[in-house]
């Protein structure tokens, strides 16, 4: 298990970007495959982006490509989600997760409690 805490949502303005930022307790994170997810009122938690254990390999949902990017660092066991160009759509509740490479949030061992994102047009 992986102890997780979000931190970095806010209030913006449609076009603004926000940098969320996901810190990670336990040894094993260096070779923990992490992933971003969110969920808007009264839907479904949905795939945002993910990233392997090392770095090298990222996916995103199609709704974000060419504007969110995610990164960690391992040195300082974090996992980041730079969001550019927001949109109203992209307001959610945002949740890191740690444990798989996979788009399936029923995939993801450990979960933050997630931050607030709210875009305004």
């Known amino acids: 298990q992986v102890l997780l805490v979000e931190s970095g949502g806010g209030s913006v303005q449609a076009g603004e970007s926000l940098r969320l930022s996901c810190a990670a307790s336990g040894r094993t994170f260096t070779f923990t495959n992490m992933g971003w997810f969110r969920q808007a009122p009264g839907k479904e938690r949905e795939f945002v982006a993910r990233i392997n254990w090392s770095g090298d390999s990222t996916v995103y949902a199609d709704s974000v490509k060419g504007r969110f990017t995610i990164s960690r660092d391992n040195a300082k066991n974090t996992v980041s989600l730079q969001m550019n160009n927001l949109k109203p759509e992209d307001t959610a509740v945002y949740y890191c997760?740690?444990?798989?490479?996979?788009?399936?949030?029923?995939?993801?061992?450990?979960w933050g409690q997630g931050t607030q994102v709210t875009v305004s047009s």
């Open positions: 997760a740690a444990g798989a490479y996979d788009s399936s949030p029923t995939r993801y061992h450990s």
